[in-house]
């Protein structure tokens, strides 16, 4: 059985940096290969990363922030220039999902642990940069793109963005509502 949490342990912690090496040293050449099998996000401090496990192990992971500057702002300038309407934002980052448990059902359990979270929060607006790989998964979440793709190679990225409306709009949010009897999501 899958269920979810907010990263609190060192276990947890040192299990999301190796996750993160797969996902986007090894799967997605975003950053530099190493000896040492991990990687240890730039904001890893100010990230909340909401994890789904499978008994102990987390099979997967996303990371949210909402203190400035944002990585998208790093990369583009502020993001207010493209989103003057964006209210309480926070960015959405690492999303990554052991290849094993790609089924689905991790997927949507991060997506509804982080819409919960997101809503909890008061956050209007969430952006991310997304992988043109996976475009039309960002879509089922809502999300738009709102610049120019960057990066090079296997890792180009689009900045996006999605609002509650945007959300509850979305393909992700209807079949939430279809399955939130049967994913639950178990807070610890």
Same mark, same amino acid.
């Given at each position: 059985?899958?269920?979810?949490?907010?990263?609190?342990?060192?276990?947890?912690?040192?299990?999301?940096?190796?996750?993160?090496?797969?996902?986007?040293?090894?799967?997605?050449?975003?950053?530099?290969?190493?000896?040492?099998?991990?990687?240890?996000?730039?904001?890893?401090?100010?990230?909340?990363?909401?994890?789904?496990?499978?008994?102990?192990?987390?099979?997967?992971?996303?990371?949210?922030?909402?203190?400035?500057?944002?990585?998208?702002?790093?990369?583009?300038?502020?993001?207010?220039?493209?989103?003057?309407?964006?209210?309480?934002?926070?960015?959405?980052?690492?999303?990554?999902?052991?290849?094993?448990?790609?089924?689905?059902?991790?997927?949507?359990?991060?997506?509804?642990?982080?819409?919960?979270?997101?809503?909890?929060?008061?956050?209007?607006?969430?952006?991310?940069?997304?992988?043109?790989?996976?475009?039309?998964?960002?879509?089922?979440?809502?999300?738009?793109?709102?610049?120019? =793709?960057?990066?090079?190679?296997?890792?180009?990225?689009? =900045?996006?963005?999605?609002?509650?409306?945007?959300?509850?709009?979305?393909?992700?949010?209807?079949?939430?509502?279809?399955?939130?009897?049967?994913? =639950?999501?178990?807070?610890?």
């Amino acid at each position: 059985m899958y269920w979810c949490k907010v990263a609190r342990t060192e276990a947890e912690f040192k299990d999301i940096a190796r996750l993160n090496y797969e996902t986007f040293v090894e799967e997605i050449p975003q950053h530099q290969a190493n000896d040492s099998g991990t990687r240890t996000d730039l904001f890893h401090k100010q990230n909340t990363y909401l994890i789904v496990l499978s008994g102990v192990e987390v099979v997967g992971m996303i990371a949210l922030r909402s203190e400035r500057p944002f990585s998208l702002d790093l990369k583009i300038g502020s993001i207010e220039e493209f989103l003057p309407d964006a209210g309480k934002v926070c960015e959405i980052r690492l999303l990554a999902v052991r290849k094993e448990h790609r089924n689905g059902r991790v997927f949507f359990l991060l997506a509804r642990a982080l819409s919960d979270y997101c809503l909890e929060q008061g956050f209007d607006s969430a952006v991310i940069s997304g992988t043109v790989r996976q475009m039309k998964l960002y879509g089922q979440l809502g999300f738009r793109a709102f610049a120019e =793709p960057m990066g090079t190679g296997a890792a180009v990225f689009v =900045p996006m963005v999605t609002t509650r409306h945007q959300y509850n709009d979305s393909v992700a949010a209807r079949l939430q509502a279809k399955r939130r009897l049967f994913l =639950p999501v178990l807070w610890r």
